[in-house]
């Protein structure tokens, strides 16, 4: 033998998923939402950085745009990968 070969994990089935508690199926429900609305937040986030004038405006809005488009970006990240995990 030449060397030690990982396990082979098997795919999962119906069988082998452990069911929701009721808590995660709740969170699973909401999901969908929450993810259109930190979406729509994005777009308009980006849109407003997008824009020709935005960065002649006051320092402090456009500190406190960027950091919630930011903040938006790393949620819907989070929103997704839970979803993945949920499902």
Known sequence: MTGARAPISQ?????NKRKLSYKEQRELETLPEKIEQL??????LQQQVSDSGFYKQENDHITATLARLEKVASELELAYTRWGDLE
């Open 11 to 15: 795919p999962e089935t119906s069988g």
């Open 39 to 44: 979406e729509s937040e994005q777009q308009q």
